[in-house]
């Protein structure tokens, strides 16, 4: 008799203006069965297997490699597909699992801003502070948590008071493995202790975000996300190198060979 995984996300938010909003269903002991997409709001058939039974293209479904992992894709999402999906197998009864999926509506004006330029360069043993300011129109009233994210990763701050010290670092919801799976645990713990967040709501939406003692494992792309803003990333590189110069992103291959070439031209006019 298959099983469902209780164990995977069933509340799943999502935004306008990103690629897509993925639901993922998993079921043990699948045998012959198949699973189904629902809309629950329309009782319409999404996907049955891996065909899709929608006019609308922006409805896919994806299997995992061993057929546990069934994934329902919403490419470029809308407010409109915010409801509840039931994940559905074809026993005899059916049987089923609902998952709640929110998509935010954000404005087109409305970004973060993280400042600096795209790519910073910190010694290593300093701090990595990284300002986002959120920029929204007036009129939007609806406003959230700011998340930071190292790659795809959630950056939770390390809580003694967490059972077992875990969940330093965790992922949103349905999207990709937790660093937990791919960092040490010792790494895991010393990144989380290095952290601090610091957000300020109201009519201007500010976060800060405080790595103290920059280690090189610390290099990677953050971004900051607002809950109803588009995000804003930085890439940031920890060196050893004690030449201040290092720190300088160095010029394109392009911008030397010119430069030489124009070198070459001006030396015959100072040799007169």
Known sequence: MPIFDFGMPRNITGRTGHTEAIIKCRVDSLHDKSVSWIRKRDLHILTVGTATYTSDKRFQVSESK??????????SPLAKDSGIYECQVNTEPKISMAFQLNIIEISPDAKAVISGPHDLHFKAGSAIILNCVVKQPSSVKD??????????????????????????????????????????????????????????????????????????TDTGNYTCQPTTASSASVLVHVINDENPAAMQKSASPALEQHLGLLLLLLLPAFAY
């Open 143 to 216: 406003i959230g948590p700011i998340y930071w994210y190292r790659g795809e990763h959630m950056i939770t701050p390390f809580d003694a008071d967490e059972q077992d010290n875990e969940l330093q670092l965790s992922q949103q919801p349905a999207e990709s493995p937790s660093l937990n799976e791919i960092l040490s645990t010792d790494l895991q713990k010393d990144f989380a202790t290095r952290i601090a967040m610091e957000s300020q709501l109201g009519d201007t939406l500010k976060s800060r975000l405080r790595i103290s003692n920059a280690q090189t």
């Open 66 to 75: 061993d057929s546990r992992e069934w994934t329902l894709h919403v490419k």
